[in-house]
C-alpha cells in the first residue's frame, strides 16, 4: 500500500516538473526582440546582442557598426 503512495506522490511530482518546464520554454520562445538593423523579429536566445541592441546576425551587425 505504501508503495502505490509513493508510486503516485512521484507521478504528481513528474508532472508539475514537465509542465514547469513545459511553459518556461513555451515563454522563452515568445521573446522576440527587433534587429536594430534591419527591423526582423528574431527570439531573443537566437538574437546577437552589442551595445544593449538586438541584431538578427552577424551581418547587420556589421552593417550598423
Ligand atoms: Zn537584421
Do not use: D, P, Q
Amino acid at each position: 500500500m505504501i508503495k502505490w503512495i509513493l508510486l503516485i506522490v512521484v507521478a504528481i511530482l513528474i508532472f508539475y516538473y514537465i509542465n514547469k518546464k513545459l511553459t518556461k520554454t513555451t515563454h522563452v520562445w515568445n521573446e522576440c526582440v527587433e534587429c536594430h538593423s534591419c527591423g526582423t523579429y528574431v527570439v531573443e536566445r537566437e538574437a546577437i546582442k552589442r551595445r544593449g541592441k538586438y541584431y538578427c546576425s552577424e551581418e547587420c551587425l556589421r552593417k550598423s557598426s
